[in-house]
C-alpha cells in the first residue's frame, strides 16, 4: 500500500498546476475586480477562448473520457490532482468537458447519443447542464415533481427545475423526470437530453448566488423530445444520476483542497512578515496551531480523496466514502480560509485578495450536492442499517 499518485498520473498534475500557475491565476486579479465592482465572477470571450486554446494545446481536454472518443481515459485518481490543482485559483475555469456530466453520458449513450452529444462535449465543441432539484425538491429525488409522459415515439416533458448552472450557455441539458409514478426514484426515474432550442424549454430567471456565482430555473412545458434522447434505460436514471452526483462530490472535495492549500500557503507567507507588538505573526502559538491544524487536515483530506478515488476505479462501494469527503474537504477548507482571513486582518476582509471568493465558494458548496448534514445522516444510516 502506497499513497501517492503513479508516475503518469503526476506528471498531468504537474502540468495541469502549471497551466494553472501560468495562464489561469494572472486573470485573478481582473476576475476579483468585476466581482468587487458587483459584476459576476467571469472570464471575458476572449479570456475564456484564450485559456481554452492554451488546454487544447496542452492536451487537457476531455482528460478522463474515453480514448474512442478522443479523451485521455485517465482514473479518477488521477482526477483528484487535477482538480485539486484547478482549485487553487479563484479563476472560473473548468478543463472541458466537466467531469459529473461526462461521467453520466459515458455510463448511458447509445451509438447515436455517443456521435451528437458524447464525441462533441469531450472535443470542447459543446457545454451541458443537469436539471435535478426542483422548487421544494433537493436532496429527496422522491419529491420530484417533473414529469415525462410517451406520445407516440416522442417523450413530453412538463415540471420546473432550479440551481442549474449554465442553464442559460448550454447546448443541452440533462433533464431528470418521472416516466412511472408508482415507481419514483426506485424504477420510475429517467433521464433525458433536452437541446437549448427545443421549444418549451423556458429559462426563467438568473439567480445571484454568493462570491459572484449564479445559477438558474428552467421551466418545461409540453417540451417535446424524441424518443431516442432518452438516456440510459426507461425508469433507470437514478443510478447514472448518482454516478453523476459522485462525481461531483468528488470533484468538490478536490477543489477544497485547492482552496485550502491556497489559503494555507498565504498564510505562511504573510506570517512572517507581519509584525504585532514587536514580533511577527508566526511567533504567535494561535498562529502556529492554525497553520499546524491546515496542514494536518489538507494531508488527512487528501489521503482521503485518493483512498476513495481509487476505490471508486476499482470497483468497490463507496456511497459512504463520498459523503466522508464532500462534507469533510468542504467544511475543513471553510474553516482553513476563515483562519487565513482572520490573521490577514483588516486585508483579509477586502476584495483585493482571493480568500473571500474561496470563503464564498466553499459556503456554497457545503450546500451543493447534498448539504453537510445529508450526507453525515447517510454515513450514519449506512453504519447503523436504518435504510429503508
Not at 258 to 280: E, H, I, N, S, W
Not at 346 to 374: F, S
Request: hydrophobic share 45%.
Amino acid at each position: 500500500m502506497h499513497f501517492e499518485l503513479a508516475e503518469e498520473h503526476q506528471m498531468v498534475k504537474e502540468l495541469v498546476t502549471k497551466f494553472v500557475r501560468d495562464f489561469m491565476m494572472p486573470l485573478e486579479t481582473a476576475v476579483m475586480e468585476r466581482e468587487a465592482a458587483g459584476k459576476e465572477m467571469y472570464l471575458t470571450k476572449e479570456e475564456q477562448a484564450s485559456l481554452d486554446a492554451k488546454a487544447g494545446e496542452l492536451g487537457l481536454f476531455g482528460l478522463d473520457a474515453p480514448a474512442d472518443v478522443g479523451g485521455t481515459d485517465l482514473p479518477v485518481v488521477a482526477m483528484v490532482g487535477v482538480e485539486e490543482a484547478l482549485g487553487y485559483t479563484v479563476t472560473p475555469y473548468v478543463l472541458p468537458p466537466d467531469s459529473p456530466n461526462l461521467r453520466m453520458l459515458i455510463a448511458t449513450v447509445d451509438d447515436r447519443q455517443r456521435e451528437a452529444y458524447l464525441e462533441p462535449l469531450v472535443a470542447g465543441k459543446t457545454k451541458s447542464a443537469i436539471g435535478i432539484s426542483e422548487p421544494g425538491a433537493g436532496s429527496d429525488p422522491a419529491m420530484m415533481k417533473t414529469r415525462a409522459v410517451r406520445d407516440g415515439d416522442d417523450w413530453i416533458i412538463n415540471g420546473r427545475k432550479i440551481w442549474i448552472t449554465y442553464a442559460d450557455e448550454a447546448d443541452f441539458t440533462i433533464v431528470m423526470a418521472v416516466t412511472d409514478v408508482e415507481k419514483g426514484a426506485r424504477g420510475g426515474m429517467s433521464a433525458f437530453l433536452v437541446d437549448r432550442n427545443t421549444p418549451g424549454f423556458n429559462v426563467l430567471r438568473r439567480i445571484p448566488m454568493l462570491g459572484g456565482q449564479s445559477t438558474y430555473e428552467i421551466a418545461l412545458e409540453d417540451c417535446r423530445v424524441e424518443g431516442w434522447k432518452l438516456l440510459g434505460v426507461e425508469g433507470q436514471g437514478f443510478a447514472p444520476m448518482q454516478t453523476r452526483l459522485s462525481t461531483r462530490r468528488i470533484q468538490m472535495a478536490a477543489w477544497s483542497i485547492g482552496m485550502a492549500q491556497r489559503a494555507l500557503d498565504m498564510l505562511v507567507d504573510y506570517a512572517p512578515q507581519r509584525q504585532t507588538f514587536g514580533a511577527p505573526l508566526s511567533e504567535r502559538q494561535a498562529i502556529q496551531f492554525w497553520v499546524a491544524e491546515a496542514a494536518t487536515n489538507i494531508h488527512a483530506a487528501r489521503l482521503m480523496a485518493y483512498d476513495c478515488a481509487w476505490k471508486l476505479d476499482n470497483g468497490q462501494d463507496v456511497r459512504s466514502e463520498i459523503s466522508m469527503i464532500k462534507w469533510y474537504a468542504t467544511e475543513m477548507a471553510f474553516t482553513v480560509v476563515d483562519r487565513a482571513m482572520q490573521a490577514f486582518g483588516g486585508m483579509g476582509m477586502t476584495k483585493e485578495v482571493p480568500l473571500q471568493l474561496m470563503q464564498a465558494k466553499l459556503r456554497t458548496m457545503r450546500v451543493y450536492d447534498g448539504p453537510t448534514e445529508i450526507h453525515k445522516w447517510v454515513i450514519a444510516r449506512n453504519l447503523l442499517g436504518t435504510r429503508k
